[in-house]
Structures are given as C-alpha cells and as structure tokens.
C-alpha cells in the first residue's frame, strides 16, 4: 500500500471520501487536532520546546514533583477553559452517523469526551483526573486545584502563559510551594496520565486494538505518529489491508503506508468527511 499523495485539498478529501466509503472507521488523533482549541502540539511549527520530566524524576524528588506541581496548575485554567473544536464535533459527528466506531486518542485533555464522542480511549490518559500512587484512590483534577489554591494561597495567576501540550507552563519558582498529598493515605499523587518513561496499560492498548478491529478503516488526525502507540495500530490496520487516511500539517511516520495522505488541518479535513461521507 502507498500513499496518494494530493496536492489540492479538495481532492485529497475527495479521494479520502473514495477510500472510506461504505466502511465504518476508526479514528486515531494527536495533539495536532487540539490546536484548534489552543491547546499547542509537540512538534509542530511554533511549539514550545519542552523537556519533558520523566516518571523516575517524578517520583524519587520532591523538588520534581513541586516544578511539576506549579507549572501544572499555572496552566490548569487555560487548559480546562479550552473547548472541543470542529474537528472534535466532526469526530462525534461521525459517531452518530454510525460512521465511526469510536476514538483513539493520544491526547490528555478530554475534549473527545466533551465534545460527545460515545466511545473515546484515551490512550495517554487524562488530565482531568488524579491518582494516589500508593492506594490508588482517584481525585478529580478540580477538586484537586482548589486544594493547591487552598494550600498556596500566595500562588499567582499569570494574565498571559505559553500554555505547553499537557497544560503546563513554565515556573520561574518553586520555592515554598506545597503539592497536596492523597487524602486517604497521604501518598505521593500524580495525574492520570503516561509519564515519560512508562509505558501504556495493556488493556488500554488492548480496548484501542479491538477499536480498530471492529472497524473497516482507518482515519489518523493530528498525529505525526512519532509515538510508537500510533504505528502499531497503524500496521494493525494495514496487515488486514484497511485503508488508512493520515490528516496531518507536514510528514508523518506513516506517510508511505497510506492509502490517502492529506497535508491539512485536521479539523477543517474532518469536518469535510462529516459532510462527505456517505450514510452506510
């Protein structure tokens, strides 16, 4: 299988339209359709270079988890403020038609869910949840952030922040800073998501695998597949020779494995397939 390569988008919609007719589609997307919602990516043009702490770092110092902690909840207002875009709505769009079989996404912000998609597997986790690494109980992030607010009363909000990928910020202090521990057991707490260094949960990629397996094709929005996670659903989906459409603003990992490569925004080439795509 090679890719189509279309120059004009309009084509390249209509051939992607081509290939994905009268077939139930899985949806893959990365941190390319949230930009829409002002949310940056990792490695697109104009993303904030970022060194990301790894879960080791995180959990063997507390100085870690205070820089962590601040530039985390910096950010923590503009990242639960941003809304889901077209291309989210598009996605849930498509859900309903009975189009789609569901969502695979690599993102942490939860606008999948926001936006009304039925069936979402977030395969990174959420931000918008917190766990304690030792008992296990679960904490909502915005109970969470009142607690931070409550224990550092002194913490400013800046007016202007350069919001990173997991909607942190950099802090330019951590001193005096005081990250709430578990209520239950006073265990070290983390966000519930995949750290640098750890890797997914079986049966989170497994609930993503029987996604694409119950479906007879497979569209790729946003991501550049860096992430080893998208490569194999991809060759998943390309062993059963399903057509893949790959919607991302530059080259992709994936470009030579499918069938119809479209080098556009995300959500403007998602909503076009909601209108497009032939009811089943």
């Not at 899985?26 to 390319?32: N, W």
């Not at 766990?131 to 909502?140: E, I, S, Y």
């Not at 800073?177 to 983390?190: A, E, Q, R, W």
């Amino acid at each position: 299988m090679s890719a189509e390569i279309v120059a004009d988008v309009a084509d390249a919609v209509a051939a992607a339209v081509d290939a994905l007719a009268g077939r139930r589609i899985a949806v893959l997307t990365g941190a390319g359709l949230s930009t829409d919602s002002g949310i940056p990516d990792y490695r697109g043009k104009g993303a904030p270079v970022r060194t990301p702490m790894t879960i080791d770092q995180y959990l063997a110092s507390d100085e870690a988890r205070r820089r962590y902690w601040v530039g985390s909840h910096l950010g923590w207002r503009a990242f639960a403020a941003a809304s889901p875009n077209a291309g989210h709505l598009a996605i849930a769009r498509l859900e309903e038609l009975g189009l789609a079989t569901g969502v695979v996404t690599q993102n942490v912000d939860g606008l999948h869910v926001r936006a009304g998609s039925r069936r979402v597997v977030e395969l990174h986790g959420t931000m918008r949840r917190i766990f304690c690494t030792h008992c296990g109980q679960v904490f909502d992030r915005r109970d969470f952030a009142v607690r931070v607010e409550n224990d550092n009363p002194w913490i400013n909000q800046p007016e202007n922040i350069e919001l990173g990928p997991d909607g942190d910020v950099l802090p330019e202090s951590t001193e005096g800073f005081i990250v709430p521990s578990c209520t239950v057991c006073g265990g070290v707490i983390k966000p519930d998501v995949v750290f640098f260094g750890e890797f997914i949960p079986a049966e989170k990629f497994r609930e993503a695998e029987q996604l694409v397996r119950g479906s007879e094709a497979l569209v790729i929005a946003g991501s550049s597949l860096v992430v080893n996670s998208g490569i194999r659903l991809l060759e998943r989906a390309r062993r059963r020779r399903l057509p893949i459409v790959i919607v991302n603003r530059g080259e992709t990992r994936g470009d030579a494995r499918a069938t119809v490569k479209i080098d556009a925004g995300a959500s403007e080439v998602l909503e076009r397939l909601a209108t497009d795509l032939p009811a089943l």
